[in-house]
Each structure stands twice: as C-alpha cells, then as structure tokens.
C-alpha cells in the first residue's frame, strides 16, 4: 500500500508540475512542503485512496486584485473546497497583527467567492490523522450529495473489486475475487466481509448456497461519481 501511495504522489505531483510556469510552477516547488505530503500521505490517501480532483498550491484571486495559493483545492462539479494546513508558529507570535488581520480578510473573501474552507493543524495531520479523515469523509459525505462517509473510504483493493464488479454482466462469487486479485478464498472472504460491513456490496439473491454471489448496493451506483 505504501509503494503505491508513494508511485501515486509521485505521478501526482508530476502532472501539475507539467503544467504549471512561472510563479504558479514556482510555488508548487516551493510550497509542496513537509506538512503539504504529510497530509496527502496520512489523511487524504487513508481517506480515498487517490487524488482526484485535488489541487496542489492553488492559485486564486485576491480580494485586493493579486494572487493568492491554497495549500490544496478540492474541486468537483459545483463544489469549491480550500484546504489548509497550519504549523503553530504560522498563528502565534511569527505573524503581525497586520498579517493576521489580512489572513481573516483572505478566508472572508473565499467564503464569499463560493469556497468551502477546511483547516487542519499540523499537529494533527501528524498525530491524529484519522480525526482529520473522518472530518473529510464527513464533509464529502454531506456536499457530494447522499454518500454515506464510510463510503469513501475504501482501500486499493476494494477499489479494483469495485472496478471489476462494474465491469461484470452478473453478480460476482469469491472464486471470481480469488482469480482477479490471485488470493486465497480464505483471504477473499476476507475482503468481502469488510466490504459488506461498509455497505459497499450485498449478498444477490437469498444467499442461502455455500457459495455466495455478490453484487454492488444501489446506494454505491448511484454515487458512481465519487469514486471516479
């Protein structure tokens, strides 16, 4: 999971660094720093297991005709979500009362523009990781429109199943989960219990025979676009 994490960040940063020129280019070389990856690799990837639609170091216009970069920007159909990641020195005796006071007129003007904002510590990003991705999934549960936040949160595995059930004609059986993912039954049954408990699949039919069928909840593929 780690390996893939880390290819995934890797080809992530690529894609925007391609890009991007000048300042924008600039700032994302210089502002994708140790709390930016620490939040992409402890809470957003643990989250949703890809980063889709995330923006790093997102440029906006300034309420005083400049620019401006969020840490991340979020941004999916109608929604607007800027996320930031503050170290507790940005908030203590290292800014001025000036630039506090130009800080609250920043966010004010995002609010105003549209944005949805989320604030994280660094702290916490470090040490209560998955506070932090349970006010996510929470957030995403409540504007993505009906999706339950355990629904978010699948791995990389349940991932491929999903993809593999959708491309399927028929209800799916853990021998079809044993040759897809080269596993053990023991291991699939695995898999498929945890995917029941988060409501991801269900048994087809009354499941009665020894060797149950599966297939997605209609919950799930009426949200397809959340896990695109």
Avoid at 62 to 87: N, P, Q, V, Y
Avoid at 118 to 140: A, G, I, N
């Amino acid at each position: 999971m780690n390996e893939l994490m880390y290819t995934a960040h890797e080809n992530y940063l690529s894609q925007h660094l391609a890009i991007r020129k000048g300042e924008r280019l600039r700032r994302l070389k210089e502002g994708h720093g140790h709390a930016e990856k620490a939040f992409l690799h402890q809470v957003w990837w643990p989250a949703f297991g890809n980063f889709n639609d995330l923006h790093p170091e997102y440029e906006v216009k300034d309420f005083r005709d400049g620019t401006r970069f969020l840490d991340f920007a979020f941004l999916r159909h109608s929604l607007k979500l800027a996320i930031e990641i503050d170290g507790y020195g940005t908030h203590s005796s290292q800014i001025s009362r000036t630039q506090f006071a130009d800080q609250c007129n920043r966010q004010n003007h995002l609010i105003i523009d549209g944005w949805k904002i989320l604030r994280f510590s660094y702290d916490d990003v470090k040490d209560r990781p998955r506070m932090c991705e349970q006010t996510l999934q929470q957030f995403m549960g409540r504007y993505l429109g009906g999706t339950s936040p355990q629904n978010f949160r699948m791995n990389y595995i349940e991932k491929e199943m999903f993809r593999f059930a959708l491309a399927l004609s028929r209800s799916f059986t853990p021998q079809d989960v044993c040759d897809v993912l080269s596993i053990k039954k023991q291991k699939a049954r695995l898999i498929l219990k945890d995917m029941l408990e988060k409501e991801l699949i269900q048994v087809a039919g009354k499941g009665i025979q020894r060797i149950r069928t599966y297939h997605l909840t209609p919950s799930v593929l009426q949200n397809l676009h959340t896990f695109n």
